[in-house]
């Protein structure tokens, strides 16, 4: 048969490499191709706008079968001009093709069929986007909804920069016309995967699943590409998981298309997370991806052009799809400059790669004999092997055999995959300190924000400053703390993880009383005898913290010191470095006469009053049940400091001070706050201390006073609001609050009444 792919890039090499092995084919076309699809087939200059030029051509030249690589053709329509012409296509109706060409109808048609994904909202006017990212207290991602070439999503990092690059879309049209209606959605984390399937808009027979990766530089830093490289079979989806996602996210999605009228022909691409609450779809596309491609069909035993048939016939259910043990890596080979400006025109060298690598072209041209670079990714050089750390080695092996001046790749391209094998059988053959970095490694790496430049490994965190620039006055707010105590308690009852937040969560509030967000966060951990997994328990515990308040845990340091500590005792110290911008900075100046002291629940003593706890319940094993505190002595006692960024965050432009209530309770404390002329009044009746108070008062012969000077009594941060303020700023916090009392003339302190 006579089959015409269209598109230039190396998915299209991939694809024209994959059907010149077919015995079915007679002639095969590349519209426009790139020199290396040169070798498969015959390139054509055709312009694929003009879909009467390709219908003509395809006539003229008896073609049976399309194959349309890239999207934009098909959100343009062309299937639909092809079969309307009676030429057999494979690729997605334009209606079909939205579910990538409109991001809007992909989340609503997500939202219709129950297909797993993150929590968005749409908007076309500035002034309702930003209302929204006022209101609502987790981290965005931002999209264009309509095709940007892949650049068309921004992860900001603040409140700020949220705001101003919604002000850059709207106002002056960053994404052009992509941008007329963007899409909010919750940022979600986790590891991501491209599952992609063929479908004939019944049957769903999905590929072996594949990791692209989105960063220009090793360990995932840099900007994001098109993507630098990729491998297949991802062993992070599990047989378990792959039918998960045959079932919650491909079928579904199929099925839907389908009862809507817009049955679905073609590849099928979901990009999922495997986040901790379980697989979300990220995006679907209506075509092949790039680079996954280059990494899965080296693999594919079964002839495309009976795949594609099949889908077009609709017979795809009859058909078996047979894949080559072993798997494939990837590694594209980019032009200096990339993904910025390129620079093009540079001489290829090749030499001979052995029979299980391909080198797929993307950006070269063929000019008087010659190879020339001419974009930004230039080839994406495949080797294939009987698993994953052989195919990694060969591909690294013959990189060498393509040259050019500037060229850039990565060298970590499935290194992920290999790491979830050595984690694996790693056992006691490396020295305890690298194992407890490799432990730990996941976690702080997934707190990573573009911002990061280099983590951990490298002697100082690099952090972006630039996020500052959405600011008008940025002031930097920086402070510094430790767990105190607890840890002892923690140690005794081997309860680690709840340290970790305890440190980040209390360094949290204590710039939140500034007015500032969280930018980034260092640690110190140190211990009698390191066990790894003992640090890399607290060390997940700082990074989920971290993560939650989308703040990069950007480095750290563990001390193993014998002698110093006791046997099985560790102490946790943390830094915290926020941002505000200058005129929001607390406590405000206006504080007077009036004002209204509002306080909110803690989750337990926090991280404050330890010495005096311990001194209390020496006798009393923790792991005792008192039916008043609902469970054990343990349970209330280590409850993890809560942080009060995500409820109080939105609501800083309404409040004058808050306080965050630490070692020195409410009598050491609120003065923090205060000008020299006012005190603060608490009416002790004003709320109800959870009952751990009253065993701690009790067991401990402890005089109220003390209590309140100590402790916390169950309100762990108070707000100063304007009186006229009050109603408004309780009904948007959406739990209890408590009216706990007010400011009056006097001298800075805290007076204490019934
Ligand atoms: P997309 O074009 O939708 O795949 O987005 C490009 C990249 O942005 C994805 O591969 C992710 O790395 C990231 N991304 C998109 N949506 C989200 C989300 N909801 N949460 C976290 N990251 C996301
Ligand atoms: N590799 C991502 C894509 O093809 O969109």
Redesign the pocket.
Known sequence: MNVLIIGSGGREHAMAWKVAQSARLRKLYIAPGNAGTMSCGENVLLDVNRHSDVIRFCKEKQIDLVLVGPETPLADGLADSLSKSGIRCFGPSQAAAQIEASKVFAKDFMARHHIPT?RYAVFNKLSDALEHVEKINYPV?I?ASGLAA?K??I?PNTLEETKSTLEQIFVNGVFGEAGNEVVI?????GQ?VSLMAFTDGKSVIPMLPAQDH?RLLDSDLGP?TGGMGAYAPAPILTVDLMNEAIELVLRPAVDGLRSEGIPFVGVLYA?L?LTQNGIRT??FNCRFGDPETQAVLPLLETDLLDIAEACIDGTLSDLTIQWKDGAAVCVVLASKGYPEKVESGKLVKFYSLPANAICFHAGTKFENGEVLTSGGRVFGLTAWADGIQSAVEQVYENICKVSFEGMLYRKDIAQRALKQFSYADSGVSITEGNRAVDLMKGAVKSTYTPSVLAGIGSFGGLYDASVLKAFDNPVLVASTDGVGTKVKLAASVNRYRGVGHDIVNHCINDILVQGARPLFFMDYFATAKLTPEVTAEVVTGIAEACKEAGMALLGGETAEMPGVYQPNEFDVAGTIVGAVERDNILPRKDLKEGDVLIGLTSSGPHTNGYSLIRKIFADTPLDTVFPELGGSLADSLLAPHRSYLPLLYPHLSRVKALAHLTGGGFIENIPRILPDDLDAVIHLTSWTPPPLWKLIQQKGNIATDEMYRVFNMGIGMVMVVDKTKVDEIQNRIPEPTFIIGELVKGEKKVRLTA
């Open positions: 993150a991602v999209k892949g068309g999503v992860l959605e919750e940022r979600l984390s991501e989105k994001n990009g997370m990220l995006e």
